[in-house]
Structure formats: C-alpha cells, structure tokens
C-alpha cells in the first residue's frame, strides 16, 4: 500500500502530558466526523426547547399494539440550529431508532418517548436541554454529541440522569463523570491510523494535526515508539486557512510516503486541493467521516489507496442492515451524512440502551438505569466491541483524563475511485499502543 502519505510531534514533559486538556483537542476535529451538515433545520426552534419525535407516534398501528407497556422517555441533544457545525443527522437517527425499536414491540412492550433538543451550539441552550431532560423524567440522555458536554452533565449526574452512549466525548466532564456512558473513542482512532501505517509498510511518516488538536500527539508518538517506527515530523495545519500549499510541501518534503491526518472535514478539501497540486505520491490515513466523500470529491486520483481509521465500521456492512432499512423505511432526510460517527454513533446507542434496559427488573427509571449502565457489559457484534462498563480505561492503567473510554478499539475503510469502501470488518485494540506498549 505505501505509495500515499504520513506524522510528527512535539516534545513533551510526561508521557501523558496534553491528556487531560483533551476538551480543547476535538473541536476542530470532530466536527464533520459526526457528519455535520451545513443544512439548517427547526426541529428545536426558538430556545433550547425539545421536539418530541416519539417513535411511538411515528410507528405503525401494529407496531403500536406490540409496545403498549408505560413510554419510557429518553432525550438526544445535538447542535442543529447554529452558525457552527450542524447535526442534523444525529436527530434524524434519533428519531427513526426509536421508532424502529417500536415498530418491533418496544423495549420489553414499552414504547420508547425520545425527544430531540437543539443545543444550538451554545452552553446555555445544551444546559437548558439538560434541565428539559431533568423535567421530563428522562430515563437516559442517548446518543447526543455536543461540544458542550461540560454544561450538560453536571445537571444530569445531580438528578441521577445517564449521558448515554455518545460517539464522541470531547470534554473533560464526558471523559471522566461517573455520569458518562460514550460507546465512541477519541483520540485512539489516530493510533490505530499509526499501526496501520506501520503494517502497510510505511517507513517515513509525517502527522498533520488541526490547531486544537495537538493532545492527539503524545498518542501517537507512544505508538509509534512502540512499534519502533518513527513519527519525523507533526505539522500544524490552520483551522482557517484557504491555501494550504506551504503545509503540503513542508509534510510532502524529504521523503515522505505516509500522512497521518488528524483533519476536520472542511480544511480537508483545501488540504486535497493543495495535496493534489503538489504531485505526491503519499497516501493519507484520516479519520471517519472527515476523510470521507465531501472531502475526497474531485480529488479522484489523489486520494485513491487512502485509508481511513474510525469507529464503527461502514454503513455498507450486513451489522447495519437494520439501521438502512430505519432510515429508508422513516424517511430519513436524504441530504445528511449517516456514514459517520454522529449516524452510526447514535444507532448503536439506541441499541446499548434498549439491551441495557431489557435486562432490567421493576421500574425502569434514571436511577436504576444508572445503576444497571454502570456494571453492564453490552454486546453488539459489529457495531462496536464488547464494552463493560464496570472497567473504566484509568482502573485499566490507562491515562488519566480518559477514564470514560470503554471502547478501544478501532475499525478502517479506504477510499477507492472516489468511493468510501470498507477495508476491514473486525475490531483492533490499540490502547495499549496508546500507552507505548
């Protein structure tokens, strides 16, 4: 494979040194691999107020008559209306999870209540959803994303109200709150793009990191110091910039056969346009649902051979025949990216939470889903690996300020003739290449 592209890093104090500002690391990154949507919508509008898009409302009668227990009420928040990135499809599979959970007679005959609450983008409307969740006796609040985190949850813990099953904890209080649930990983899906480099026979590495994103490095370098390769270089790429042609040349330059990109969706396309321009050969690993189809396009031959390192595997694959059956079947809006962390994301969150409440004896409430989350082992074959969450990463040895990752693992696609293609179908633990092991 190595005839496309490659990483590098500062020096650091301690082995783990950057780790725990992880809430500042994520914010360029995970804005497209949630499969953020320049669309705007007014599920939410005014405020921070909820739409009710119960899946009970929206199922059939029959599927009404199957799930005819007490609703059992969860909340998703995710930014749909604001100036920034836009979730419009964590909403939309929000919506047709739980009407696909009803349609097949609920969670043991209940009907799930989901409500959708726009975070806007802003702390003060994702605590105002939270409070809505607080009022609304919200079993659980279930596969959000928000770059907010740390206005939510302390409303949850207080009322004993889970922040379940997120894709992608970007702040400090979602990666250590005993409150917080994520069946997603950051940053480990960039060490799993070093060892796959590594594999591929990649012998000059260069990492290209957003601003923001720099805690990713100390990772990264652990990885590949414990694969006895080496990282050369890490260059910092500009949120803002529109030309990228001197970064290219100074990651391209000297040899370089591999790039290791931890790149938001949209400086990716001004990077591919400059990547293009420079003739080389390198080949890239980038992260789901940033590396994807919007950033690839028109950069054919470029980007052909790429590899991208992500979480869940491709919505292609048989794991995920329900979920594309839910979207055609309750007309999910056609124009989002359901591809993508955000998508498949909060899928499998629905999933998690309807086998963690399934299992579950008397009334089911947020307290005792609380404690029935914190010592359960969830099994989804294909969607994710199997998580227990009575073993948080830092009882594990891990690092401080993850404590909240369960999921270690990574999964690949590539990209081939400007398509996105799965490349494996199994899970790879990387957290001890994280650690330098």
């Not at 920034?84 to 999870?97: F, L, W």
């Not at 869940?312 to 025949?321: E, R």
């Not at 309750?330 to 124009?335: E, I, K, W």
Request: glycine residues 10%; charged residues 15%; aromatic residues 8%.
């Amino acid at each position: 494979m190595p005839s496309k592209r490659s990483i590098g890093a500062p020096k650091r104090r301690s082995r783990w040194h950057g780790a725990v500002v992880v809430v500042s690391l994520v914010a360029a990154l995970v804005l497209a691999a949630c499969g953020s949507s320049s669309n705007s919508s007014s599920s939410a509008g005014g405020g921070a107020a909820a739409s009710t898009s119960s899946g009970s409302a929206s199922t059939s009668q029959a599927a009404a008559q199957n799930a005819t227990g007490s609703p059992i009420v969860t909340y998703t928040i995710a930014d749909v209306n604001t100036q920034g990135p836009q979730y419009k499809n964590i909403e939309e599979t929000a919506r047709v999870s739980a009407a696909w959970i009803n349609a097949h007679g609920g969670i043991n005959g209940h009907p799930i209540q989901e409500h959708f609450c726009d975070g806007q983008g802003t702390p003060t409307a994702a605590a105002a959803c939270a409070r809505a969740a607080v009022a609304a006796h919200a079993v659980a609040v279930n596969g959000s994303f928000t770059f907010t985190g740390d206005a939510i949850i302390p409303i949850l813990a207080a009322a004993h109200i889970p922040y379940f099953g997120n894709c992608c904890a970007v702040s400090a209080s979602e990666l250590t709150s005993p409150d917080s649930f994520p069946l997603g990983n950051q940053p480990l899906y960039a060490v799993g793009a070093v060892q796959k480099a590594q594999q591929d026979g990649c012998k000059h590495m260069v990492g290209v990191i957003i601003q923001g994103a720099e805690s990713f490095e100390p990772l990264m370098t652990n990885a590949a110091n414990a694969l006895h390769t080496k990282i050369y270089k890490y260059v910092s790429l500009p949120a803002t910039a529109k030309d990228y042609s001197s970064q290219v040349a100074e990651a391209t330059s000297g040899g370089t056969d591999c790039l290791l990109m931890v790149v938001s969706e949209t400086p990716y396309v001004a990077w591919n346009a400059a990547f293009t321009q420079s003739g080389s050969t390198a080949r890239m690993y980038g992260p789901q649902g940033n590396l994807d189809a919007i950033s690839i396009k028109g950069f054919t031959q470029a980007t052909n051979g790429d590899v991208i390192a992500g979480m869940y595997p491709d919505i292609a694959l048989p794991q995920w025949a329900d979920y594309r059956a839910a979207l055609k079947q309750y007309n999910a809006d056609p124009t989002q990216d359901y591809n993508s962390l955000g998508g498949l994301g909060t899928w499998t969150a629905y999933q998690a939470f309807k086998q963690i409440v399934s299992r579950m004896k008397g009334p089911i409430t947020a307290d005792a889903f609380y404690k029935a989350a914190s010592t359960a082992k969830v099994n989804l074959p294909g969607m994710i690996p199997p998580i227990n969450f009575a073993e948080p990463w830092n009882k594990l040895g891990g690092p401080k300020g993850y404590n909240r990752i369960f999921n270690k693992s990574v999964v690949f696609s590539k990209v081939a003739n400007g398509k996105i293609v799965p490349l494996t179908n199994s899970f790879q633990d990387v957290s001890a290449l994280a650690e330098g092991k």
